[in-house]
């Protein structure tokens, strides 16, 4: 690739503690191939760092790009802290990635600069709960509880073997309490014991639990599932793989830009793979609330 002659920042923020493996090889692989390309990079595993670095250089008019280098869960927490306008290069470094993955994004060094390069925007919108803003998902019940159980006993890098013990204590422990689920202004949804909201079509295990999701269309969709126990998530989970969940007795899916989830006991809820706390969960949509930058080659819509 040719060496660029105007000198422009790329600030790369990244979570070592993301995914499996070695990533700091990874990072500082990209950094010297932007470098090489005539950019002047930034990189920082602080958080707050990083996002002062590139509001900053975005505010002096000289940002090429913010670098998100990390899971699902860091790059929620990155775009819910940087100014809506700041062009954010997804650089997967997770263990589901699904943000990336919908985006048609791989980890590959070569596409990231790729990407930069060509400066290809795509504009989203996000969800916000609680005052606190997710691009993928936000889920809760069960595998929130997993989710919780999971970050308060990790200890370094999350593998997918990782999720056995807290989903298995979850199984034996997790009491499905009821949720009362509100969407719009007053429509009261039938009672639930899993509640499911979709800003982009993706799940771990690539389960299409809302297919249609959309994340350029000013809406959230949600899905409902109204048994507990294990035998019925099992169910669930098979229809959902043969795309029939949806027809399920008192299985509910809907669009809108308005959720509140409530319950009379402490259920936990979850963003974007990360603990979010216990309801009662007020949840807006966000149009166009995130500017990422996406690979030359991508389709106008990505990857269903």
Known sequence: MPRRTVRETVVIGFNPGSGSGNRLSKVEQLAGNLRENGFEVIVSSVISETVDLATRAFEAGNLRAFVCGGGDGTIRTMAEKLPASVPIAVFPLGTENLLARYLGITSSVEMAVSTILHSRHRTIDAGEANGRLFLVMASCGFDADVVRRMHATRRGNIYRWSWFLPTWQAVWNYRFDLLKVTIGQDRVLRPARWAFVFNVPRYAMDLRIAPEADPEDAKLDICTFPRGKLLHGLIYVAAVFVGQHR????????????????????????????????????IRVLPKRVKLLVPPNADEKASG
């Open 247 to 282: 027809r399920l007795t008192r299985c509910e899916n809907h669009q809108t830009d308005r959720i509140r989830i409530e319950s009379d006991a402490p259920v936990p809820f979850q963003l974007d793979g990360d603990p979010g706390g216990e309801l009662p969960l007020e």
